[in-house]
């Protein structure tokens, strides 16, 4: 029983708008995204409860623990509102369970693809580009970017228009474009090895008359031999109990200062 | 070389911006490659800042934060570290080799705005028990200064001393730790590679790492080239995996009639 249609789409838009822009402004590690979202629904709050009461309640359901992927909370955004247009005040505890039961799933899926998409295509290629010296690579992400804020948009409508059932029903297309994603993704990282990753050995020996570089040597054994086994080499202590990006980075540079020093590299 | 006042103001307000920006549309200013270029743009050496952005962004490729944990923050390091190297007059090495530690000294400051923003949070709870629709918003909206602060003083604390740091380094600085600096631009970005390794796929996907490499170390083909050829293997693991599921869906149907009979 719908009672009227009381959310129009300008509302929706004032929505999106706080969330885009102003969503995660209070992000803490109390409630997170909490007083966020809540933020981001008062626009269909005013709409919808102009008793003090039922007012007080809506914003204490809201203004509760939450913290999802940016994107994909536009689905959710979308579903609590239709669901509180429809029954108002008598939704709350049914907003609160579509509230924390989607926002696992959805930051899971949302940071695996958007993470892959933006880390193995869009900033390593733009990083490769940078490095020889070509500033465009940089721009491709204002592309993607702007994907991203449509897909919002339409991820805000969808969730309004068709409630949750929307993510049953998207979850396995989003899981396959994951997994495509990777392949791409993994051949790109596979190109980025020997191309982004500079090892030289200087080293020369000479006997007599011969001279010997090494790195010409190893270049004739295998391309890209050291970055090759520099990436199982962190690939591998990254796996390792206690092992952070962090520590793998000092130690990274650790043996770049013995290596450099020692003239080994150069 | 001497900082003008303009450019400490630029950075700083770039680094207010591009953390609210991460955090909410993600134009990409906060990523190190962004604000590497933004850096060399403004203090006139725009492939050094390119140089730089590049291998802090290649290096932190994949680490991404989940769930609200907290990451070195090497967009201000590459603001700083290419800032630096130029009013120092020295090349990417510097620049890296400062960046590195300061991206992860700030990582201090995240954990410090978003503790700063619990007490936001408080205040909001309190509003919202007497209704104050307009307290909360306002309150709410303070936290992009407890961001954007978190970000632009650290830099303008470096920039404005940035000529007493600069000279001090290159007086101390040793040829080797130079040297050993160089290489670890280098090497760098195998760290970024590496951490996407471990959370693509990779086990499962390995022939398609493999051809990708052969690509460009054997064969030489630019990056677009092969973004080409993995974008058709995509397509080809996409169509698959649609068949496998049709299947699946058909058998799955089947099922469900038996046990309606």
Same mark, same amino acid.
Not at chain 1, 134 to 140: D, E, K, R, S, V
Not at chain 1, 240 to 244: A, D, E, F, V, W
């Given at each position: 029983m719908k009672m009227s249609d009381k959310i129009t789409s300008k509302d929706l838009r004032k929505v999106r708008y706080r969330w885009l822009l102003f #969503? *995660?402004?209070?992000?803490?590690?109390?409630?997170?995204q909490g007083l966020g979202y809540c933020y981001s629904m008062i626009p269909v709050l005013k709409k919808l409860y102009t008793n003090k009461e039922d007012m007080k309640i809506a914003l204490k359901t809201h203004n509760q623990f939450f913290n999802c992927h940016q994107e994909f909370t536009e689905i959710i955004l979308g579903a609590d509102i239709a669901m509180e247009e429809k029954n #108002? +005040? *008598?939704s709350m505890e049914a907003v609160s369970a579509v509230k924390t039961g989607l926002m696992g799933p959805l930051a899971g899926i949302g940071d695996t693809l958007f993470g892959v998409i933006a880390n193995t295509i869009i900033f390593s290629i733009g990083s490769y580009m940078a490095l020889q010296g070509?500033?465009? #690579? +940089?721009?491709?992400n204002l592309i993607w970017a702007a994907f991203r804020i449509v897909l919002r948009g339409w991820f805000l409508k969808t969730g309004y228009r068709e409630g949750t059932k929307i993510v049953t029903s998207m979850g396995a297309t989003l899981n396959r474009i994951t997994e495509a994603a990777s392949v791409l993704g993994l051949t790109v990282v596979g190109a980025l090895i020997p191309s982004v990753i500079r090892a030289n050995i200087p080293l020369v020996f000479e006997a007599g008359e011969v001279t010997m570089e090494l790195q010409s040597v190893i270049d004739q054994m295998m391309p890209a031999l050291i970055p090759v086994l520099l990436v199982v080499l962190v690939y591998w202590l990254l796996g390792?109990? #206690?092992?952070?990006s962090s520590k793998a980075i000092l130690i990274v540079i650790a043996i770049s200062l013995v290596l450099g020093g020692f003239g080994i590299l150069g | 070389m001497q900082i003008a006042l303009w450019q400490v103001l630029a950075l700083s307000l770039y680094a207010f911006l591009a953390i609210n920006d991460i955090i909410h549309m993600?134009?990409?200013?906060?990523r190190p490659l962004f604000a590497g270029f933004f850096a060399g743009l403004v203090m006139g050496d725009i492939g050094l800042g390119l140089a730089i952005g590049a291998t802090l962004q290649l290096m932190v490729l994949g680490v991404a934060t989940f769930g609200g944990s907290s990451m070195p923050d090497f967009m201000s390091a590459a603001l700083i570290g290419t800032a630096l190297s130029v009013i120092a007059n020295e090349g990417m090495e510097f620049g890296i080799g400062l960046a590195v530690p300061v991206g992860m000294l700030l990582i201090q400051l995240d954990v410090f705005a978003r503790f700063i923003n619990t007490f936001i949070q408080h205040r909001a709870d309190a509003y919202t028990e007497k209704c104050e629709l307009k307290k909360i918003e306002r309150i709410h909206l303070l936290g992009l200064f407890t961001w954007g602060l978190s970000r632009a003083l650290p830099v303008a604390i470096c920039l404005i001393f940035g000529n007493e740091i600069t000279q001090t380094l290159t007086n101390i600085m040793p040829a080797w730790l130079m040297s050993g600096l160089k290489v670890a631009g280098g090497l760098l970005p195998a760290v970024g590679i590496a951490i996407l390794l471990k959370y693509l796929p990779t086990k499962k996907y390995i022939p398609y790492m493999l051809f990708g490499f052969l690509l460009a170390a054997y064969?030489? +083909?630019?990056m677009l080239g092969i973004a080409i050829a993995g974008v058709a293997f995509a397509i080809l693991v996409f169509g698959r995996s649609g068949k496998q599921a049709a299947v699946v869906g058909s058998l799955a149907n089947e099922g469900g009639m038996d046990e309606d009979e």
């Open positions: #969503g *995660e402004a209070s992000w803490n590690y109390e409630k997170m #108002g +005040i *008598e070509n500033p465009l #690579g +940089i721009w491709i390792r109990k #206690g092992m952070s | 993600d134009l990409g200013l906060n064969l030489k +083909i630019p």
